[in-house]
């Protein structure tokens, strides 16, 4: 029921950002496509089973938590950032077909934290980079702080963030988008307890693939392919795990 509810929320969103929409609102990231559902900052096909988010890129020099943020977010932590709503990026994937999983929690009968599941989802960049259109996964766009080495291969998941008890849209509220590390109020994160406390934050962006601060990128979120699956949710007693202080600590409006 919690599910379904949240579902209408963010289709009535949707429904009510197409109506708003005005002529001089933000272009859609590709040209006039009968076949492709255009919010603002947002093109759904459900054909190519794709959404396409209008993005930009960030050159921070901090340890990352997220992969992408909302504009006026937490920026110094991100490798991009849109101005397109969390919910209807949310509304998009729910139109391909998609049913949002849980955000990594504490069951607290058990005292256990379990890890963020849902749909195990694929994402690409495209973007222009030294005059020559570039189409790049997203986890090469980050490296290890230490090693200096490429994040390697990974599929984020669809946990789908959570409605508040006064009906908002938490997604919208945090501007949480894309999580490298764990945040119970974010709508994509990694499939399993990755704490965001910041001695453990181990990524950093990948200069060698990121465009120069401000290159526009589209960001293309799509389902994994069926071979990309996820571990089980095999939870970790609370004592032996430090979630961070985004995840029942803090961290959320």
């Excluded at 089973?49 to 943020?69: D, T, Y």
């Excluded at 504490?106 to 030294?130: H, Q, Y």
Aim: proline share 11%; aromatic share 6%.
């Amino acid at each position: 029921m919690k599910r379904s509810l949240l579902a209408l929320a963010i289709a009535a969103a949707a429904v009510l950002a197409c109506c708003n929409a005005r002529a001089d609102d933000t272009p859609s990231t590709q040209p006039a496509d009968p076949d492709i559902g255009r919010l603002r900052n947002v093109d759904i096909d459900v054909k190519n089973h794709q959404i396409r988010v209008a993005c930009e890129a960030l050159n921070v020099h901090m340890p990352l938590e997220f992969f992408c943020v909302v504009r006026g977010g937490p920026e110094h932590e991100a490798v991009l950032r849109t101005s397109a709503r969390p919910s209807l990026i949310h509304f998009g994937l729910l139109a391909l077909g998609l049913k949002p999983g849980e955000p990594a929690h504490l069951v607290e009968s058990t005292r256990t934290w379990f890890p963020p599941t849902g749909p195990p989802l694929k994402i690409t960049c495209e973007f222009m980079m030294n005059g020559q259109k570039q189409s790049i996964p997203a986890y090469r766009m980050m490296r290890s702080a230490k090693t200096k080495k490429e994040m390697p291969p990974m599929s984020w998941v669809f946990d789908g963030s959570q409605i508040l008890p006064d009906g908002r849209y938490a997604g919208d509220l945090t501007g949480y988008v894309v999580s490298i590390v764990n945040f119970d109020l974010t709508m994509i994160d990694v499939p399993e307890l990755a704490s965001n406390a910041n001695e453990t934050l181990e990524w950093e962006y990948n200069p060698d693939l990121v465009p120069a601060a401000g290159t526009p990128v589209t960001m293309i979120i799509e389902p994994a392919a069926p071979e990309a699956t996820t571990q089980p949710a095999v939870g970790k007693p609370a004592d032996q795990y430090n979630p961070g202080p985004g995840l029942g600590g803090g961290g959320g409006p």
